[in-house]
């Protein structure tokens, strides 16, 4: 069993890997900004959505404004790049928000930053993947109705790719994020020329029409209409997703590390606030409708369109209007744009596990998942991530708006407390530095940082209040919790670190007064001599033999073999009047430590050794028990005396049967 299940871990992840195969991969800015921004960059197939979708509910006059809505978008973006261009310069280390907070805001904030970031993390996944089984729909109509299982059989690939440590697939990254960028090139330079030449036809939404919620009849007037205008910059602000990515790969730049990090940072502000702007332009001159519900919000001739409609994203209905339906180009920008949506999410693989790395490090988070697998990859924190995703996407129902509400929170969560950190940060470096010229660039820092602060704090409050109610709660109990729960572990490592410090070097070196060994008989058979054999050759003070009086006749017989083998070791028996075994041995092991405290007592358990799952069930129960018992017993030591069975022997790897492998003599 054992081997079938070691062949197919091999066939997933791949032969294990030394430790000594890891290697440092650096990066020039060409691949590093298609490896590192692929998260940023994806988000623009989702961002316009989510724009226009909000406005929507008021109307296909609405709609219009949504360029004015992504030029606000594209100030916050470029405002916040701005800002982690000075993290990038004042902490090339690699340690991003969760470094900046707990440097300069202490542990409490760095743990509410890692709690936002694991959380972010996980909703990348779940976003993105959500939205390329939506575009793969597109491409291939019998997925849909089964986006939320085809995003987990994504996850699930992902998870295998990972899991064996593929580090030479950054060429994909390389191939796939240009290859998006060419196309959305292509799509806006076309769009603009058809434009300009009166050329550019209208979308098969346009001739639909939107019915307005309750309450937005009027559009965009009111109280009302400039709550929705909120909430739509809060569902555009998803745009400014997976910046912060850059400043965690610093490491990974070629040098001079800082100023690559840097210019990738800003290649990445320009692309995406380009990509912004151009797709609702186009969108707009083009007519396309996006809704939330098309079945019964979108109508035509006054009627609703029904089920039967299908809507695809916004980036798949301008390709079809500006190429002329569904042709190859059409095809090729839908199909590379899920692939970028795919790759998106795998960056998260990467950030994921290194934090959670980092976290356990400190002591935030399990130690398991510190440490590296097989395949030199921190294979626990990838499980994590797959996991959690699967359960948001399949809870969601791989809804990307829905996700949405989730997502942006914990974004602007790190991004205002990073900022805070980055102020003071400065403001403890001006203090410090004497030289005229890096003072002048500490205030400019710290005046880029102050502005960057105030405008992430202002949209986090716009988040709050624009999107509480449609699950942001969710995603501010989520942090809640997770920041306690990594609080409770970080408490519980350090009272484990008191308790096994060394306080007295002296007595922890003293031995004890005497050792007194206890071996567990049941019958007079080999196990039994194997282990009054161990015991004896360890030379304990004092050394019995015990067994319980469960049944006269056994006991009886077990005298008997005793006194006739003549063994060197007095035998004692323990009454159990209620035919237990565990309490008896329990009871009197205590009765040894109370009688003298400073003795070690160690008690020697015979177990059997088995190969068949099966055989596990009929044997060693008891034992498992003791152990389990004992283990919570001050002073006292169990030692598990093994007898290996035949069928141990059968089920043993081959390499590690005796013999199989001893050398020859010629």
């Known amino acids: 069993m054992s081997d079938i299940a070691d062949a197919a871990k091999r066939l997933l992840v791949g032969r294990p890997l030394r430790s000594d195969s890891s290697r440092g991969v650096v990066l020039p800015k060409r691949a590093a900004l298609p490896v590192f921004a692929s998260d940023a960059l994806s988000s623009m197939a989702y961002a316009p959505d989510e724009i226009l979708l909000m406005l929507a509910l008021a109307g296909v006059a609405a709609t219009a404004f949504a360029p004015w809505v992504g030029l606000a978008v594209v100030v916050v973006l470029l405002v916040v790049v701005a800002s982690y261009r000075q993290i990038v310069r004042a902490y090339p280390s690699g340690g991003g928000d969760y470094e900046v907070a707990t440097t300069n805001l202490g542990p409490t904030a760095g743990t509410g930053v890692a709690s936002a970031l694991l959380l972010d993390y996980v909703l990348t996944v779940a976003v993105s993947l959500s939205a390329g089984a939506q575009y793969l729909a597109v491409v291939v109509p019998q997925v849909r109705g ?24 950054a060429w994909v990254f390389v191939v796939v994020i240009y290859c998006f ?3 959305v090139g292509v799509l806006a330079v076309a769009g603009a020329v058809q434009h300009l030449t009166g050329s550019l036809a209208q979308a098969p939404s346009a001739a639909l029409d939107i019915v307005p919620a309750a309450g937005l009849e009027q559009g965009l007037v009111g ?15 998803v745009a400014l997703t997976g910046v912060e990515s850059v400043t965690t790969a610093v490491p990974s730049f070629r040098r001079p590390r800082r100023r690559n990090a840097a210019v990738t940072l800003a290649l990445l502000g320009a692309i995406s606030a380009v990509m912004l702007l151009t797709i609702l332009f186009l969108a707009g001159a083009t007519g396309i409708k996006f809704v939330e519900d098309p079945a019964t919000q979108l109508t035509r001739d006054g009627v609703p369109v029904g089920d039967g409609y299908q809507q695809h994203p916004v980036l798949a209905q301008l390709a ?25 999410a795998n960056t998260a693989f990467h950030g994921f596990p290194v934090l ?48 949405i509400q989730l997502y942006i929170v914990g974004v602007f969560v790190s991004f205002t407390l990073s900022q805070l950190g980055m102020l003071r940060h400065w ?7 004497p030289d005229p010229k890096a003072r002048r660039q500490m205030r400019w820092s710290r005046v880029v ?85 161990y015991a004896r050759a360890s030379r304990p003070s004092t050394l019995e033999a015990v067994t319980v009086g469960v049944d006269p006749d056994e006991i009886r017989d077990l005298r008997e073999r005793w006194e006739a083998l003549d063994l060197p070791v007095p035998l004692r028996v323990l009454d159990s009047p209620y035919r237990e075994i565990t309490r008896p041995v329990l009871q009197y092991v205590r009765s040894l430590r109370r009688e003298s405290p400073r003795d070690l007592v160690v008690v020697y358990i015979p177990e059997y050794v088995v190969g068949r799952w099966w055989e596990h069930l009929l044997h060693n129960q008891s034992a498992l028990r ?41």
């Open 356 to 403: 959670g790395s980092r976290l356990a490090k400190d002591g935030y988070l399990p130690r398991q998942l510190h440490t590296r697998g097989d395949r030199m990859a921190f294979s626990n924190g990838i499980v994590t991530l797959a996991v959690a995703a699967a359960v948001l996407v399949l809870a969601f129902g791989a809804e990307v708006t829905a996700l």
């Open 146 to 169: 089964y986006e939320p299982w085809v995003a987990v059989v994504l996850i699930v690939a992902l998870t295998v790719v990972n899991l064996r440590g593929v580090r030479e697939a």
């Open 181 to 183: 960028m060419a196309a």
């Open 449 to 533: 940082n102050g502005i960057g602060f105030a405008l992430t704090a202002a949209v986090l409050l716009i988040v709050l209040v624009t999107k509480f109610t449609h699950g942001a709660w969710i995603t501010l109990v989520a942090m809640g919790l997770l920041f306690l729960v990594m609080r409770g572990i970080h408490r519980h490592y350090d009272r484990v670190r008191a308790e096994l410090a060394l306080d007295d070097v002296a007595g922890a070196r003293a031995l004890p007064s005497r050792v007194h060994a206890v071996v567990l008989v049941s019958r007079v058979h080999k196990p039994t001599l194997r282990a009054l054999a």
């Open 223 to 237: 109280v009302a209409g400039a709550f929705l205008v909120a909430r739509a910059f809060a569902s555009g602000a």
């Open 320 to 344: 079809e209007t500006v190429f002329g339906g569904a042709g190859i180009i059409a095809f090729v920008i839908t199909g590379v744009t899920a692939l970028v949506l795919l790759l998106a």
């Open 427 to 433: 403001s403890r470096g001006l203090r410090k530095e």
């Open 626 to 666: 003791l152990k389990g018992r004992l283990l919570f017993t001050p002073g006292v030591v169990v030692a598990s005396v093994p007898w290996q069975l035949s069928s141990a022997g059968v089920a043993a790897p081959e390499a590690d049967r005796p013999g199989e492998n001893a050398p020859r003599g010629g």
